[in-house]
């Protein structure tokens, strides 16, 4: 390959097209047009010598060979720009976009507050959210999907950076006037007697609850599973199902539902919330800014008013557990 004859604009017009795996999300993500974004396309296939995205019903997928140049194609980008960067200060009001992935719980409870905060400093700016799980988390940073990943990660790699946002307790949720609540209280014989929903993606569990039983000698008959911590509380408090989980999430939809929230009585550690984000955008600005924010916008969570108190040491689950689903 000639590197005199090669255009940069080319390789900046493909770190968008691998990140957004769309041509009119790419070409508005650079500027330019969607012509002029779909023929760069053209003109990275030909100096590639692969597809590199192909198109799978309505999406497009990047190719085996895309995978493997997008992190490093998002490196050399990085290196340019750190490289041709002067020191002029840092302006929030010029940032136009930012890429969180998160789980649908950390959507819920930190995404309105940490939203607010980034529209107040950079009116302009689009915040975009992608669902994440713990599984796709390292590809999607490494490939530049995704500026920062809010998450429980049991297990975080070695290669990514990581910091420790907020802690979050279990507690359970029944439909207002269950018969296990009688007397005001769900005691251990009664939870373990009840039919259970568990929030397990992927697969069917089993959860952190489960283990816990375990210890016990005890088991809980599970006979709905659900993939979202959203959708649990609506099915919940149409049935006699006890669901166990967030209670961040339990407590601030209980009213509009009907649901009764109880304090869970199998002994459970708090799980922490974490930021991870890449190696490479330690130093950039508006990545330190968007990072800032995410700390600024937990700091009301780590307060007593936030139902989760700090534990007195970090929650570890077994290797099998899935995420936080309990």
């Known amino acids: 390959m000639n590197l005199a004859s090669l255009d940069l604009n080319l390789l900046v017009a493909l770190d968008a097209l691998l990140a957004e795996r769309s041509v009119t999300r790419a070409a508005r993500r650079i500027g330019r047009s969607q012509p002029a974004t779909s023929h760069a396309l053209s003109r990275a296939r030909r100096l590639f010598g692969d ?5 799978v019903r309505d999406e497009m997928h990047p190719t085996e060979r895309a995978r493997a140049l997008a ?36 959507g819920f409870v930190l995404l309105p507050a940490l939203v607010a905060r980034l529209r107040a400093e950079a009116p302009r700016v689009v915040v975009r959210a992608r669902p994440l799980d713990g599984q796709d988390a390292l590809a999607a940073l490494a490939e530049g999907r995704v500026d920062v990943a809010l998450g429980t990660f049991w297990q975080c790699p070695p290669s990514l950076r990581q910091t420790t946002l907020f802690h979050e307790t279990f507690a359970c949720g029944l439909r207002q006037g269950h018969a296990a609540l009688r007397g005001g209280r ?25 283990y816990a039983l375990e210890k016990l000698g005890l088991a809980r008959h599970v006979v709905a599973y659900v993939p979202h911590f959203l959708v649990a509380p609506g099915v919940v408090a149409r049935t006699d199902l006890v669901v166990t989980m967030a209670a961040r999430v339990l407590h601030p939809l209980a009213p509009a539902l009907g649901l009764a929230v109880a304090p869970c009585p199998v002994p459970l550690e708090p799980f922490a919330v974490r ?18 924010h995410v700390v600024a916008a937990s700091e009301a969570l780590r307060r007593p008013g936030g139902r989760a108190p700090r534990p007195r040491r970090p929650a570890r689950a077994p290797a099998e557990a899935d995420d936080a689903r309990p």
């Not at 302006?91 to 719980?105: F, I, M, S, W």
Request: without cysteine; glycine residues 10%.
């Open 275 to 292: 930021m991870l984000w890449h190696p490479r955008a330690e130093g950039d600005k508006v990545q330190r800014w968007l990072r800032g």
């Open 186 to 210: 769900l005691t251990l014989r009664r939870y373990v007697g009840l039919d259970h929903l568990l929030i397990a993606s992927p697969g069917e569990g089993p959860g952190v609850v489960d």
């Open 71 to 106: 992190p490093k194609l998002r490196d050399v980008l990085d290196r340019i720009a750190s490289t041709l960067g002067d020191e002029t200060p840092f302006e929030p009001t010029g940032v136009a976009r930012v890429t969180v992935g998160a789980t649908d719980y950390v």
């Open 51 to 55: 597809p590199l995205l192909v198109r």
